[in-house]
Each structure stands twice: as structure tokens, then as C-alpha cells.
């Protein structure tokens, strides 16, 4: 079945730092790949996307490209904020009809003034 | 425009009791999936509804169960609760078009003593 693995966490990291979380992904078909993130306290929000291969999704400085060779869609930005601090998760959904997430584990991400 | 709305936030239940959980989606959004989050597991898809229809079903026992009303307003049932089902429940909702953004809600924090 379809699967998403994510690198551990948690990362740490300095303000104006840059970031990079791994994502790879096992599916039969032609996926569509995301990255949420979540707030404490809250629900998760959509973050960028991609629908096919080598598009780059961008959202807040945050970006992220689907590679099929690699079955990678990995999360960079290059430099962060104390307000980024959150958990990302990355997720694939194969469904052309409905909605279906496979989640990664996610990443804590913690980042120092 | 309102956001997913989840009822109630907090739940404390006792083994063997059972449970309904709430969610109504923004409006306009005739798709209402749940999931659930715990430490060890993830995120874990548990059923789609579209049109007052299960559209798509996770890997979870028949105790948990879920409907759709005519509004979109979902009901989310587990019945003989376990300690293990001790989880955040995330609802999200969506227009129902495959793989595009869901929304989600803040959740509800259920703990089954």
C-alpha cells in the first residue's frame, strides 16, 4: 500500500536558518503530494502542493518538488522564523474521486530566536 | 467565511462507553473526512462522506462508524471505546474534487479512562 516516510525529528534549528525535511514515498500510482502543517492547538493547514512530477510547490517561502525518480518530495526554506516553530507532515493521496491522505509521521520543528 | 467547526473540543469517556463526535464543514463543502492522530500511530485516515455517502474507508473496526446529514454536518460514532482509542479527531472538509486542499478543523481530544 502507499506509504510516506518523513525524516525524525525533532530539528532545531536558528532563525534565518535553512531548512530542509525529507519526505520520500511508496505508491502504485501517480500521486498527487503535499505538505500540512500544524499549529499547536490546532488543525492542520495545507501548505503547497504538487500534482505532478517536477512541479514545484510554493507557499510562504516554503517550497517543495515532486520528484518521481526519487519518489522525493522534499521541504526547503531558506531561512526560517520563530513563527514557522510547528509540526509539518508530509502526505500523498492517489484518489481521482474523494480525498484520502497517507500522512508522514511528522517533524517537529522548533526554531531559536 | 467560517472555518470546520468541531464539537465538542475536549471528551473524557470511560472503557466501554461510547461516543459521537461532530463536525460541520465550511460552507458549501459536501465532502467530510475524519481522521485520527495519536503519538504512536500518526495520522490515520478513518472514512470520507460525500452527499450523505461513505465514499472511502480506512483500516479501522466496525466500532467506529460515521454518517452525513443533508446540511454536510457529519457524526462521527465509536462504540465500546478502548483505552487505545484515546486520540485527537481531526475532521477536514472539501468541495469533494479529488486531491485538492482539505480544511480542517481543530479537533477533538478524546481520553478513554
Known amino acids: 500500500g502507499d506509504s510516506v516516510t518523513q525524516m525524525e525529528g525533532p530539528v532545531t534549528l536558528s532563525e534565518e536558518a535553512f531548512l530542509t525535511i525529507n519526505c520520500t514515498y511508496t505508491a502504485t500510482g501517480y500521486p498527487s503530494l503535499f505538505w500540512y502543517v500544524q499549529y499547536p492547538g490546532e488543525g492542520l493547514q495545507l501548505l503547497l502542493k504538487a500534482t505532478k512530477a517536477d512541479d514545484k510547490g510554493s507557499n510562504k517561502g516554503f517550497e517543495a518538488t515532486y520528484r518521481k525518480e526519487t519518489t522525493s518530495f522534499h521541504l526547503e526554506k531558506g531561512s526560517v522564523q520563530v513563527s514557522d516553530s510547528a509540526v509539518y507532515f508530509c502526505?500523498?493521496?492517489?484518489?481521482?474521486?474523494?480525498?484520502?491522505?497517507?500522512f508522514g509521521e511528522g517533524t517537529q520543528l522548533t526554531v531559536n530566536p | 467565511k467560517a472555518g470546520v467547526t468541531q464539537t465538542p473540543r475536549y471528551l473524557i469517556k470511560t472503557r466501554g462507553q461510547q461516543v459521537t463526535l461532530s463536525c460541520s464543514p465550511i460552507s458549501g463543502h459536501r465532502s467530510v473526512s475524519w481522521y485520527q492522530q495519536t503519538p504512536g500511530q500518526g495520522l490515520q485516515f478513518l472514512f470520507e462522506y460525500f452527499s450523505e455517502t461513505q465514499r472511502n474507508k480506512g483500516n479501522f473496526p466496525g466500532r467506529f462508524s460515521g454518517r452525513q446529514f443533508s446540511n454536510s454536518r457529519s457524526e462521527m460514532n465509536v462504540s465500546t471505546l478502548e483505552l487505545g482509542d484515546s486520540a485527537l479527531y481531526l475532521c477536514a472538509s472539501s468541495s469533494g474534487r479529488g486531491n485538492e486542499k482539505l480544511f480542517f478543523g481543530s479537533g477533538t481530544q478524546l481520553s478513554v479512562l
Open positions: 502526505a500523498l493521496s492517489e484518489l481521482i474521486s474523494g480525498s484520502r491522505l497517507t
